[in-house]
């Protein structure tokens, strides 16, 4: 017989996306790193979580994801561990963002406004892409695009 966890469904997480960014908001970052690095994800329902550990996973991660999520929800978690061969199981948060990532910058280095810059500049990379965001003055200012901008003699 398999207990259910205490507590409302409503009150725990309902993915393992969602217990890293509590491990965030407890502020364990240990935790939410180890979780997002060494952890294969084999299964989440709330309440219990199947997973594979990297070999670089502490030995005691399973122990502490435990405590800290019955600490967090007040509901008792079961943690399975599975060895990394026994299913075909997705890759790490981490590999999925550096992927991502990867693919971003291949989208970027294919613009041909990017390629002239990386041509005109030998040697340079891209380290990190960045949405441009507007200026405070910018978005404040009013835009007629139908009437041309007045200048004055102390604009020339």
């Known amino acids: 017989m398999r207990a259910e966890p205490q507590g409302a469904p409503a009150n725990l997480p ?3 996306e969602a217990v890293i960014a509590l491990a965030e908001k407890h502020r364990d970052i240990r935790l939410q790193t180890e ?3 060494f952890v294969r994800l ?3 329902e709330p ?3 199947e997973l594979a550990l990297e070999p ?3 030995a005691d991660l399973p122990n502490r994801l435990h405590r800290a999520l019955l600490d967090w929800t007040g509901a008792r978690w079961g943690i399975s561990i599975i060895e990394p061969g026994q299913a075909d199981l997705p890759k790490t948060l981490h590999e999925l963002a550096e992927e991502k990532r990867a693919e971003e910058k291949r989208g970027v280095q294919s613009l041909p406004a990017v390629q002239a810059v990386l ?6 990379e891209i380290i990190r892409i960045e ?3 507007p200026s405070a003055a910018a978005e404040a200012a009013p ?3 139908d009437e041309p901008p007045e200048f004055t003699d102390d604009d020339l």
């Open 14 to 16: 309902q993915s393992f």
């Open 35 to 37: 979780l997002t690095r």
């Open 42 to 44: 084999a299964k989440f």
């Open 47 to 49: 309440g219990r979580i």
């Open 56 to 58: 670089q996973a502490e």
């Open 119 to 124: 041509k005109h500049f030998p040697g340079a």
């Open 131 to 133: 949405e441009a965001k």
């Open 143 to 145: 835009v007629e695009a």
